[in-house]
C-alpha cells in the first residue's frame, strides 16, 4: 500500500489495483488459439493439442483461483470449455475441419 501525505499529521491512503486472475485469461487466451488453430491442417497437431491441453490446466486452476478471489470465474470456465470443444473437435477430426 502506498500512502500520500495530505497534510501535516493526516495520512491518506491510496487504494492498489485489484487481484486479477492470469489462470483465467491465459486459459481464455488459449482456448481461442487451440480452436483457431484446430482447423489448420497439420498445424493442429502441433498447436492446437498443447494449446487446449494448457487451457484445461490454466481453465481449473483459474476455476479455483476465482472462487477464492472472486475474480474471473467466468473467462476460466469458458477457457476450459473452449479447449474441450478444442481437444473433441482434434480427436474426432484428426485435426482437419470436417
Avoid: D, E, H
Avoid at 62 to 75: D, F, H, P, S
Amino acid at each position: 500500500m502506498q500512502y500520500q501525505q495530505s497534510a501535516p499529521g493526516y495520512v491518506q491512503q491510496i487504494p492498489g489495483a485489484a487481484p486479477g486472475n492470469g489462470m483465467a485469461i491465459a486459459s481464455l487466451i488459449l482456448g481461442i488459439v487451440a480452436i483457431v488453430f484446430g482447423v489448420i491442417p497439420l498445424i493442429g497437431i502441433f498447436v492446437a493439442s498443447p494449446c487446449a491441453l494448457l487451457a484445461l490446466i490454466f481453465g481449473i486452476v483459474g476455476i479455483v483461483k476465482g472462487t477464492k478471489i472472486q475474480r474471473g470465474v467466468a473467462m476460466a470456465i469458458i477457457g476450459a470449455v473452449l479447449a474441450l470443444i478444442a481437444g473433441v473437435m482434434f480427436s474426432v477430426g484428426g485435426g482437419w475441419l470436417w
